[in-house]
């Protein structure tokens, strides 16, 4: 087995990368800290955030307002925008100076590629795209949950020697912290011992992608096979509800909606107030995507869909037959023109 570049006897502290895009945390970081916190509950871990950027010390308390204790923040112009090489060495750097025993970072595009490269660098485990974290009870390791096997199985996994113990979670598995104006925390400069040569990649312009963020939605209506390539009715009942609209895989395969809508296991995790389900199975891989919407409202033509058992309202019926007069009262209830 590959030692790791320090031991768990010298580790301590819970560490979250705050991933911050032009100068905004990513939602995740929050949620991350939120997930931390929750952990070292009772047991007396400090939970440490590490912003990396340039100018960015503004952010931390953004961070312990959402309970994090210290927030070690890495300014330098080289870090500016992200790239691999440079955040690899500079994060690298600040993980052998402070010794994590736990590192989380969020399953962003940049921090799956962050995790990966940091992982290799320390010789340690990554647990990646978990659904779940907890501590074990009597050794205080990391357990981090996993869906295997197309979804099939649900496996616990956790790295006993190595350090630190890394996971990533995607954004919307667990929730944002109420934020706590109140709460005080240390903010630590740390040094960044970079150069122009360490970074080979140089970025000519930054392009905000144009996609849309379900997993902030409070209102999805969801659309799979069975609206067979037709979501203008999809698209109308989320515009009247303020909501977005949400797909399972079918529709992305088949090019009647972009990836950004994907709800699911390879899709993205939502937790909406009310999600409205047309013309979806439920198979376990889109299911794990919605599980945690307030209210989910199934309408199905098949009685024996699995996703029936998930929902809290049943419709079955055609969603074709459905939508115009739910459409249609929803119009009615906000004043005739959909009160907007
Ligand atoms: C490794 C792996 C990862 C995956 N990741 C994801 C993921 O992230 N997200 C995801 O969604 N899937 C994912 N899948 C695919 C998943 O297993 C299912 O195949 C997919 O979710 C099915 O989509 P669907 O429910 O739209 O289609 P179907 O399963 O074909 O269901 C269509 C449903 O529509 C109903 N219907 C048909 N016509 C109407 C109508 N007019 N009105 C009302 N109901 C109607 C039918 O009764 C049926 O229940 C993954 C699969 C694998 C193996």
Redesign the pocket.
Same mark, same amino acid.
């Given at each position: 087995m590959t030692k790791s570049l320090y031991g768990a006897q010298e580790a301590s502290a819970i560490w979250v990368y705050l991933e911050q895009n032009q100068g905004r945390l990513t939602g995740v970081s929050l949620e991350l800290v939120g997930k931390a916190r929750e952990l070292t509950d009772g047991r007396s871990i400090p939970l440490v955030g590490v912003l990396l950027g340039d100018q960015v010390s503004g952010l931390a308390q953004e961070a312990i307002a959402a309970g994090a204790d210290e927030v070690r923040v890495a300014d330098h112009p080289l870090l500016r925008q992200y790239t691999t090489d440079g955040y690899t060495k500079a994060f690298t750097e600040l993980i052998l100076a402070g010794k994590p025993d736990i590192l989380l970072l969020g399953a962003t595009p940049n921090g799956r590629d962050l995790a990966g490269r940091l992982a290799v660098r320390l010789r340690t485990g990554l647990t990646a795209d978990c659904t779940d974290l907890r501590l074990e009870e009597d050794t205080g390791l990391l357990v981090g949950e996993v869906t295997g096997f197309?979804?099939g199985i649900l496996a616990y996994i956790k790295c006993p020697d190595n350090r630190p113990q890394m996971a990533t979670v995607r954004p919307g598995v667990f929730a944002v912290p109420a934020p706590d104006g109140a709460r005080q925390g240390k903010v630590v400069s740390v040094p960044v011992n970079l150069a122009k040569e360490d970074i080979k990649v140089q970025v000519l312009e930054h392009v905000d992608g144009q996609g849309v963020d379900i997993t902030r939605a409070q209102v999805l209506v969801a659309?799979? /096979?069975?609206? &067979?390539g037709d979501l203008a009715l999809i698209n109308e009942l989320a515009s009247l509800l303020d909501g977005e609209v949400g797909?399972? /895989?079918?529709?992305v395969d088949e090019g009647w909606a972009s990836r950004d809508r994907?709800?699911? &296991? $390879?899709?993205y995790v939502t937790r909406p107030k009310l999600a409205i389900v047309?013309?979806?199975?439920?198979?376990? &891989?889109?299911s794990v995507?919605i599980e945690k919407a307030e209210t989910i409202v199934a309408?199905? $033509?098949?009685a024996e869909?699995p996703?029936f058992e998930q929902a809290d309202y049943c419709i079955v019926?055609?969603?074709?037959d459905v939508l115009p007069p739910l459409i249609e009262a929803v119009k009615r209830a906000r004043g005739g023109n959909g009160g907007r």
């Open positions: 197309g979804g659309a799979g /096979r069975g609206c &067979q797909v399972s /895989r079918v529709p994907m709800i699911g &296991q $390879t899709g047309c013309g979806i199975s439920g198979a376990f &891989q889109f995507g309408i199905n $033509t098949d869909a996703i019926d055609d969603m074709f």
